[in-house]
């Protein structure tokens, strides 16, 4: 996981504000969203990031947080703040009222959340990988069903 590193135009991202995808990479959707990351530290929230605005791409295999503001880099480049969750870090996610919980956790950081406050059509942008998390648990436990009916597999035969 990354949280809050300098990214330069060509290496994360493109002068049009879309990610450099890698090899086997699918866009599933992105949304302009408001976001905060924190630590759940007992009962409290330690801040590692305030609130920003920014472009939130999903993907097949990881989300990347792309913040609003383009930044001057040295040697005359641009770019962006940017954070990055590969898919195998994410725990759980979690619809609020308001707002949508995404729990993470990598050796590195340990537990943190980022939380998204969607509203329309942005907040169904993680139904994706909520209903992929939910399909793997169900398959790791051996609980996973067939979408289709019982009755209608075995009458094809």
Same mark, same amino acid.
């Given at each position: 996981?990354?949280?809050?590193?300098?990214?330069?135009?060509?290496?994360?991202?493109?002068?049009?504000?879309?990610?450099?995808?890698?090899?086997?990479?699918?866009?599933?959707?992105?949304?302009?969203?408001?976001?905060?990351?924190?630590?759940?530290?007992?009962?409290?929230?330690?801040?590692?990031?305030?609130?920003?605005?920014?472009? @939130?791409?999903?993907? %097949? =295999? &990881? +989300? *990347? /947080?792309?913040?609003?503001?383009?930044?001057?880099?040295?040697?005359?480049?641009?770019?962006k703040r940017y954070h990055e969750i590969p898919l195998?870090?994410?725990?759980? @996610?979690?619809?609020? %009222? =308001? &707002? +949508? *919980? /995404?729990?993470?956790?990598?050796?590195?950081?340990?537990?943190?959340?980022?939380?998204?406050?969607?509203?329309?059509?942005a907040s169904r942008l993680l139904a994706w990988l909520?209903?992929?998390?939910?399909? &793997?648990?169900?398959?790791?436990?051996?609980?996973?069903?067939?979408?289709?009916?019982?009755?209608?597999?075995?009458?094809?035969?």
């Amino acid at each position: 996981m990354k949280i809050d590193q300098v990214g330069e135009v060509g290496v994360v991202l493109t002068e049009a504000n879309e990610p450099v995808l890698h090899g086997g990479d699918q866009i599933i959707g992105y949304r302009s969203l408001k976001y905060v990351i924190f630590k759940p530290v007992a009962l409290a929230k330690k801040t590692l990031v305030e609130q920003r605005e920014g472009w @939130v791409w999903q993907t %097949r =295999r &990881r +989300v *990347l /947080l792309l913040d609003m503001e383009w930044l001057d880099l040295p040697g005359g480049k641009r770019g962006k703040r940017y954070h990055e969750i590969p898919l195998e870090e994410t725990i759980d @996610v979690v619809p609020k %009222r =308001r &707002r +949508v *919980l /995404l729990v993470t956790e990598d050796k590195e950081h340990g537990k943190v959340v980022f939380e998204f406050r969607p509203f329309g059509a942005a907040s169904r942008l993680l139904a994706w990988l909520k209903k992929e998390k939910e399909h &793997r648990r169900k398959r790791e436990e051996g609980t996973l069903r067939s979408p289709y009916r019982e009755e209608d597999r075995d009458s094809g035969r």
